[in-house]
């Protein structure tokens, strides 16, 4: 997520940790020519971690915050750029990650133009023309932006990524990763519990496959376990092709009649007998079963799982 330009606010700029480890010498930079925002210190960052950098600040660096990293930095005043580039680099000097932004007024400066292309030639990008540094392309190049035309006047407005099937954040180095947002969540982020050895949903394995027609194996049994007792949850069937089948669970309510509510529990099991929600029985192949959770101050729990919907022997 990214904040530029808050006329009474100071700019800053969140990271998502995708992986844990300790990354030491990355460098958050801005524009073109490059102005370095940030270079991490040697922390051990887990994944899940939220870094927010805010610029123009001599506060003490590296302090925890509720949920998150905050440092500040003293490089740069901020990014008050009505079309602007925030990338970063690994230690080694290669590019992770990066966004454009651009307020779509049909003129873009020769600087912004070359930190676009330099973001398209580092396969950070994939939108729009590729261009010289004479800005012949303007509007072409603007239209491949996210666009900032709203936000250029506006307090408390960032630039965020949409979250994918997974709810992380989605990364396909494309303009659909991103949208203007009213609001920022400076420090919010994505508050997944997203562990690496986690599994918050799980179908058992005995009940894997099944075959609705078998009466010795008519179902199949999901299984959920999260930290917290009180976490509102989803369980939400899907075909491969991304399509909804049924609800199991929608923030507690089981559909099949049962007035049970799973709140008040943090491990517990639901069955599925391999039905849509008209009550139809599906056709043999491979489904998902998604799992999310809300936490009550706002933690979130995602997982998913594989069934297989077989044929009777």
Not at 122 to 139: A, C, L, S, V
Not at 267 to 275: F, L, M, N, P
Request: glycine fraction near 10%.
């Amino acid at each position: 997520e990214v904040a530029p330009g808050e006329a009474g606010h100071k700019d800053w700029v969140e990271i998502f940790i995708s992986s844990s480890g300790d990354y030491v010498g990355w460098k958050i930079m801005s524009g073109y020519p490059k102005r370095l925002i940030k270079e991490l210190p040697s922390r051990n960052y887990s994944r899940g971690d939220i870094v927010v950098i805010e610029m123009n600040s001599q506060l003490p660096d590296a302090e925890q915050k509720n949920g998150y990293w905050m440092f500040y930095s003293t490089n740069t005043d901020g990014l008050y750029d009505a079309d602007g580039i925030v990338y970063i680099l690994d230690n080694q000097g290669n590019w992770v990650d990066a966004v454009g932004w651009s307020n779509r007024d049909g003129d873009m400066s020769k600087d912004a133009v070359a930190a676009y292309n330099l973001m398209k030639q580092n396969n950070m990008w994939k939108e729009g023309p590729q261009t010289g540094i004479d800005g012949t392309n303007d509007f072409e190049i603007q239209s491949s932006l996210v666009d900032w035309s709203k936000g250029v006047n506006r307090d408390g407005a960032s630039i965020q990524r949409y979250r994918d099937f997974n709810g992380l954040p989605k990364d396909t180095d494309s303009l659909s990763d991103w949208f203007y947002s009213r609001s920022n969540t400076k420090g919010y982020g994505y508050k997944e519990v997203v562990s690496e050895t986690q599994k918050v949903v799980e179908v058992d394995k005995n009940t894997n496959p099944f075959c609705p027609e078998d009466y010795n194996n008519s179902f199949c049994k999901i299984l959920f376990n999260v930290p917290q007792q009180d976490v509102r949850k989803s369980i939400i069937i899907f075909d491969i092709k991304g399509e909804e089948i049924i609800k199991l669970l929608d923030n507690d309510v089981i559909f099949n009649g049962d007035i049970s509510q799973y709140w008040g529990v943090n491990k517990g099991a639901i069955t599925w007998d391999g039905r849509d929600k008209n009550g139809v029985r599906v056709k043999t192949g491979v489904y998902i079963v998604y799992f999310e959770g809300t936490g009550s101050t706002g933690e979130k729990y995602i997982g998913k799982d594989i069934i297989v919907v077989g044929r009777k022997f």
